[in-house]
């Protein structure tokens, strides 16, 4: 249901969706019709396709009501159809959310949030969003960075050797504005074949949040970030760039008056 | 009964087509009987296939 909600979304994005599990088409049907689902919900009654493609869950035995349901994961295809990302569910129970997946690859919209901006890379790529459109004297909004690293790629964590630099976000100041500590996954370590140094590093989707904090009422603002990082593979490393962004947010008069 | 972190990392690994992979050729029938190939319905556009564990439960 939190899919069909971001259908739309895919569409503009020109991906196609499926999905896939153990239920008859009359449960489908009658899921399809409940939730007025628009994309195809592809019945493996029996499981053959999910044994097949090594999906069973082994969470159930074979006498278990729940027998033959598939294994939760997603599947991110490219044009050509080649698996260009893959997301398992950490525990069966979880329910991957759809829009973090497409957030993190194509940079969905949603439309809950401010400001928003995307800069899409082939190794590096950003999306960058305040959590509220708004603000009012000393509210906190976060700003959330999704940094999404290309398989086979990493930034570097800190500490770094010398001549590397450092996966950073920074806040550019502003009159009331208070910046509070980044929020980040821990970097983890990595080595190189050949190489004595010692790295730590981020792969894949890095969420950073920050805590903003406006203690005055300052009128429209833009926040201003920046992203710094050097992008390697085992085998190349790119040139350190420094990503700006910038996100505006406007205020709210802290009482609001009936007109 | 294993816990998350023991099975998480060496079960992914097994658990379904790899990265890099092209997903295998499914043709399975929709909610409303219609035989889908994926790939064939997907035509040039990339896909998010989801693997999820019941519509019922």
Redesign the interface.
Known sequence: VELQERLADYAAHNVAVFAISYDSIDVLHGFTEKYGIAFPLLSDAGSVAIRRLGHLSRQFAEDHANFGAAYPATYILDADGIIVEKRIAESERERETAAGILEARFGGHSSAHGSEVVIPGDQVAIRAYLDSPTYRMAQRLRLIVDVSVADGWHVYGEPVPDGYVPFSVTVGPLTGLTVGPLVAPEPHPFSVDGLDEQFVVHEGLIRCVVPLTFAESAGDLTVQAQIRFQACSTSECLMPTTLSVELSVRMLIHVERQS | VTT?SDD?QAS?E???????????D?V??????AQ?D??A?????????????????
Do not use: C, K, M
Request: glycine share 10%.
């Open positions: 998350p998480t992914h097994r658990i379904g087509p790899a990265i890099g992979e092209r997903f295998p499914v399975l029938p929709d909610q409303y009987g889908i994926v790939h319905a997907r035509g040039q556009r990339p896909a998010l296939i989801i693997f999820y564990r019941s519509a019922r439960w």
